[in-house]
T-cell receptor, first 114, second 108 residues
């Protein structure tokens, strides 16, 4: 059974049209992460939450926002997608704030900006 | 300097071969180490955690050398189904750092 669920699996959006990606988890983990992964590259951390404590990476564009209304759900909002935002977006969870135990990944949302 | 470095490959090996992947990390304070497998256009999935004492799971053996800041993965008796990208992941503080992955293709 999937423990980290991302929706949608595939999303095509027009240049500049806001898009929201969602992630839910049944693991009751405190930490949730959003990663961006472009073709043949390593996943790049955009931000993470420890409970409701939001941590933004310094080089995450302002265009990317996130919300975590409760433990189970986390959203990634891209306010004005550009062509360069075409990528796989991965949500992950971890039990502890310190990266000691493994991260569990959702199946990803493949976003294409046209 | 990158936090985690891996040889991207690709590694093309025949079925039944033994193949080894290496990874180095830059932060001596890193506290956790993992190998993930990622199939094409899919999410990373945990293959195994890596401990200083080394650990083995069937055909897979992982080793950690803290002094050299080096992690390895050995795959014995390669199967066609082992074809994937193998990601070295290091936990440092409250973040996971990923290598770019090593691509493996097992050839019949």
């Amino acid at each position: 059974d999937a423990m980290v669920i991302q929706n949608p699996r595939y999303q095509v959006t027009q240049f500049g049209k806001p898009v929201t990606l969602s992630c839910s988890q049944t693991l009751n983990h405190n930490v949730m992460y959003w990663y961006q992964q472009k073709s043949s590259q390593a996943p790049k951390l955009l931000f993470h939450y420890y409970d409701k404590d939001f941590n933004n990476e310094a080089d995450t564009p302002d265009n990317f926002q996130s919300r975590r209304p409760n433990t189970s759900f986390c959203f990634l909002d891209i306010r004005s997608p550009g062509l360069g935002d075409t990528a796989m977006y991965l949500c992950a969870t971890s039990r502890e704030e310190q990266a000691v135990t493994e991260a569990f990944f959702g199946q990803g949302t493949r976003l294409t900006v046209v | 300097r990158k936090e985690v470095e891996q040889d991207p490959g690709p590694f093309n090996v025949p079925e039944g071969a033994t193949v080894a992947f290496n990874c180095t990390y830059s932060n001596s304070a890193s506290q956790s180490f993992f190998w993930y497998r990622q199939d094409c256009r899919k999410e990373p999935k945990l293959l195994m955690s890596v401990y200083s004492s080394g650990n083995e799971d069937g055909r897979f053996t992982a080793q950690l050398n803290r002094a050299s800041q080096y992690i390895s993965l050995l795959i014995r008796d390669s199967k066609l189904s082992d074809s994937a990208t193998y990601l070295c992941v290091v936990g440092t503080g409250n973040q996971f750092y990923f290598g770019t992955g090593t691509s493996l293709t097992v050839i019949p």
